[in-house]
């Protein structure tokens, strides 16, 4: 499978996708142990958004570190939602605020990918169009860290060394995991 990771973000261009202005974090990463609780959180929000979409909904999934059983994770729900065009945001946005979701992220550049945050609880909301690459990646990820320990133990690892260190934006964080997402993904590659 062709690697479909993000671009790594300059801060000029985190300022150019960012709604508003971003936050800036300048501290270290709180990374939790894994909660069982999130995937239930996730059902819960699940429902919520496909309540408002309704068939809209082409796909919603749970992604990123919350969705591995035993991995550390930044306490944020991060989920996966496929509308038919996410660059048509007539047909999503306002109902997503009326159930809490701000739109953050606007990239139109990159699979026109929009990300909304809520805050309670905490959540990173994806949205790209329909058979989306980035949303197949996403997914793969997801499966293959809960499929392969080392991987899982390797990813980890990575995770709790860089949240060591202090970044200025929380991206930069997400940046700096990108080499060993690439690696994971290349030996993903060899086994597939």
Known sequence: MKKLLHMNHNHEYLKKVTIGIPKKHNATIYLSEYDPNWPLVYKQLSKEIQSVLQEKVILIEHVGSTSVPGLCAKPIIDILLEVENSADENQYVSKLESIGYVLKIREPDWYQHRCFKHFDPEVNLHVFSKDCKESKRMIWFRN?????????????????????????YIQDYADAKSRVVSNIMSHMEVLS
Not at 149 to 161: G, I, Q, S
């Open 144 to 168: 293959h860290l809960r499929n392969n320990e080392a991987d899982r133990t390797l990813y980890a690892n990575t995770k709790r060394e860089l949240a060591l260190r202090k970044w200025e």
